[in-house]
């Protein structure tokens, strides 16, 4: 049983626009929450990461929002580039436990000029 | 990507024969690690290092092994290739509270 699931396996966005991208998770003992980017034949590239303690965490464009009372976080991309066009990964875990993290099925995104 | 390195890039091999990658990282970081990835499967450890010949099982260690006599090496060896061990590897490093970061991968086809 996935514990860790990003619903949506696609999303398309028009350039200028916002991406969100959506992860949920079922384990309430999580408390460190991390998305990934992925592009072709290269390896995933660490994007954000967000506290259990905090409900939102901002870098640049990219903000991670975490609703812990819904286990439901969420990557927003504003404003959205083509070079955004990746696989995003969600993962989930304990805090400085890297080896327990626990890794979504990824979402494809694809902004189009 | 520039610290670690993952080699070879592509391998195809038969069922059946020894298979060892490797993983070299300049960063001279403690902790290493090797995934799997594969359709319908999120990320899935392997086996991780946490300092030199200091190593565990991850979630799938069946039929794998691993050594790490370097800080900078870590290898990864599928003693007889099975073609359930068809994938994609990262190796990821990652340093004391640090978020994991990957080498661009090894594609390996068992036929």
């Known amino acids: 049983d996935q514990q860790v699931k990003q619903n949506s396996p696609s999303l398309s966005v028009q350039e200028g626009r916002i991406s969100i991208l959506n992860c949920d998770y079922t384990?309430?003992?999580?408390?460190?929450f991390l998305w990934y980017k992925k592009y072709p034949a290269e390896g995933p590239t660490f994007l954000i990461s967000i506290s259990s303690i905090k409900d939102k965490n901002e870098d640049g464009r990219f903000t991670v929002f975490l609703n812990k009372s819904a286990k439901h976080l969420s990557l927003h991309i504003v404003p959205s580039q083509p070079g955004d066009s990746a696989v995003y990964f969600c993962?989930?875990?304990?805090?400085?436990?890297?080896?327990?993290?626990?890794w979504g099925l990824g979402t494809s995104l694809a902004v189009n000029p | 990507d520039a610290g670690i390195t993952q080699s070879p890039r592509h391998k195809v091999t038969e069922t059946g024969t020894p298979v060892t990658l490797r993983c070299h990282q300049t960063e001279n970081h403690r902790y290493m690690y090797w995934y799997r990835q594969d359709p319908g499967h999120g990320l899935r450890l392997i086996h991780y290092?946490?300092?030199?010949?200091?190593?565990d099982k991850g979630e799938v260690s069946d039929g794998y092994s691993v050594s790490r006599s370097k800080t900078e090496d870590f290898l990864l060896t599928l003693e007889s290739a099975t073609s359930s061990q068809t994938s994609v590897y990262f190796c990821a490093i990652a340093g004391p509270g640090s978020p994991l970061h990957f080498g661009n991968g090894t594609r390996l086809t068992v036929t």
């Open positions: 384990n309430s003992m999580f408390d460190y």
């Open positions: 993962a989930a875990g304990e805090a400085g436990n890297n080896r327990k993290l626990i």
């Open positions: 290092s946490y300092g030199v010949k200091d190593t």
